[in-house]
């Protein structure tokens, strides 16, 4: 299955800020975090324009928006 990325901020370090990649059915935001050798952190996922928990199973045409942690004041 193809999900679109987008990555933030500091994330853009791991690739592109756009991009597809492929995934096998029933990948998890984890799997697709981990294809792009993202270290693990708090981070922000968004899918479809929800926040959803690492474990979320992703479906083809899904996108998939990460964020780094962040704080404000």
């Not at 994330?11 to 995934?23: K, N, V, Y």
């Not at 708090?42 to 928006?65: M, T, Y």
């Amino acid at each position: 299955m193809q999900v679109k990325i987008k990555l933030f901020v500091s994330l853009r370090q791991f690739g592109p800020d756009e991009q597809i990649i492929e995934l096998p059915d029933n990948a998890t935001i984890d799997d697709a975090i981990n294809s792009l050798n993202i270290p693990k952190t708090a981070l922000l996922r968004i899918v479809n324009g929800e926040h959803r928990p690492a474990i979320h199973q992703l479906k083809d045409g899904d996108e998939l928006a990460l964020f780094p942690p962040i704080a404000g004041g």
